[in-house]
Every structure is written in C-alpha cells, then in structure tokens.
C-alpha cells in the first residue's frame, strides 16, 4: 500500500497563474482533508470531504477550491495564485470524521512569487 | 473557542535527556486527544492517542495521559535519542468536529 500520495512534491507559480494538486490514497477512506502549514501557525484546515462527491470549507477555504470526483483522489485548486498561499500543503485522509487516525501525506511545498 | 496550547520551542536535549512537551487544550465535552510527529521533510504520522479520561497513550517510549481536571495531554519519554528530532503535535478532536492541531513544537537531540 502506498498509503497517501501527494503530486506535485514542489512547484513554483507566478502571481495570478493557477494550479492543481493532487492527493491520492488506497487505503478505501471515506473522509480526506487538504491543509496548510506555516511556521508558528502549526495546520490549518482548507477544506474537507466526507466521501466521493462531496466537500466542505474548513478554517480557511478563501483562494481555494476542491473536488472529490472519485473516492481516492481529492484535488486543490488554486484558480489565481497570491504570495499569501506560499506554504507546505499536506492532503491526510481517514476512515471516520475526527475521531479516528488520519493518515497524511509528504506534503507538496509551494512557492508564489 | 475551542483550541491547543503548545510551546512552539525548539527544544533542546542532549541525547538520553527526560522530554516533557507540555500540551492543554479548551475543549466542550469529551475530545480524543493525539499526539502526532513530523520528521524533517515527511508528512504527520500518528504518535500516540487517547480517547478518554486518565487513559495513557504510549508508543515508541513516549506517553501522555488524558488529564480531564487540568486540560492537559503531556508528551514525555525518559531518554530522548538523536533520531527523536523532530517536530512533534498535539492535537484533538471533539467528535463530528475537525481535528485542532497545536502550532507544533520542534525538538533537537544532539549526541
């Protein structure tokens, strides 16, 4: 099992150029997550799934968009890159909503310029 | 609202030194509480968790107890090793609500 994956692992956009990243995973989870995280301001919540077709907005949605198309794959999109959304971008999925282990991935590094 | 208080550090040990990460949360009802690590250029894996009152998460030589009287879920090992370093995270969850990580605090072992 290859558990999370994450594509790309770095890239770097000019302002205003747009984006997806893609999260993967095999372990059959119903829920998965996209969060960000910067220094001294541990992770924050982007969006959220609770299973194939759907999303939700977590603590900071705004710049972002999301799909779930399919149950092992869970995409963000930026539309219009901002400097503001340089980050470390982590995708984690589980197996129920909150109460259990969530399983992240390595991460893909983002640099806005 | 509801949150994780944690020292972002870093934190500095010679090796076979006593770790405490001191963590305390506000929280309504009952949260499970979790402690996640971070190795340099890796995602988050699962440390250890507890999911009630006066349980105790172990795994790996670390542990932490539920402390529901003071709010609080501290990460402790009695002799920290070299390949310890990394940046370690408390965090809880309160049912059907998201998972509230803490800003995460960095630990150095030197030899």
């Known amino acids: 099992n290859a558990g999370v994956t994450q594509t790309p692992k770095f890239r770097v956009l000019k302002t205003g150029q747009s984006m997806t990243l893609l999260c993967a995973q095999d372990?059959?989870?119903?829920?998965m997550y996209w969060y960000r995280q910067d220094p001294g301001m541990g992770l924050r919540l982007i969006h959220y799934s609770v299973g194939e077709g759907t999303t939700a907005k977590g603590e900071v949605p705004d710049g972002y968009n999301v799909s779930r198309l399919k149950k092992q794959n869970f995409l963000l999109g930026l539309e219009s890159a901002a400097p503001s959304q340089t980050s470390v971008y982590f995708c984690?999925?589980?197996?129920?909503?909150?109460?259990?282990?969530?399983?992240f991935g390595p991460g893909t590094r983002l640099l806005v310029l | 609202g509801d949150s994780v208080t944690q020292m972002e550090g870093p934190v500095t040990l010679s090796e076979e030194a006593f770790l405490t990460i001191n963590c305390t949360y506000t929280?309504?009802?009952?949260?499970?509480l979790f402690w996640y690590v971070q190795y340099p250029g890796e995602g988050l894996q699962l440390l250890l968790k507890?999911?009630?009152?006066?349980d105790k998460g172990s795994n790996k030589g670390f542990e932490a107890t539920y402390r529901k009287e003071t709010t609080s879920f501290h990460l402790e090992k009695g002799s920290v090793q070299v390949s310890d370093s990394a940046v370690y995270f408390c965090a809880y969850s309160g049912g059907y609500q998201k998972v509230t990580f803490g800003i995460g605090t960095k630990l150095q072992v030197i030899p």
């Open positions: 507890a999911t009630k009152a006066d």
């Open positions: 929280a309504t009802g009952y949260p499970s």
């Open positions: 984690a999925s589980s197996y129920l909503y909150g109460e259990e282990t969530q399983y």
């Open positions: 372990m059959n989870h119903e829920y």
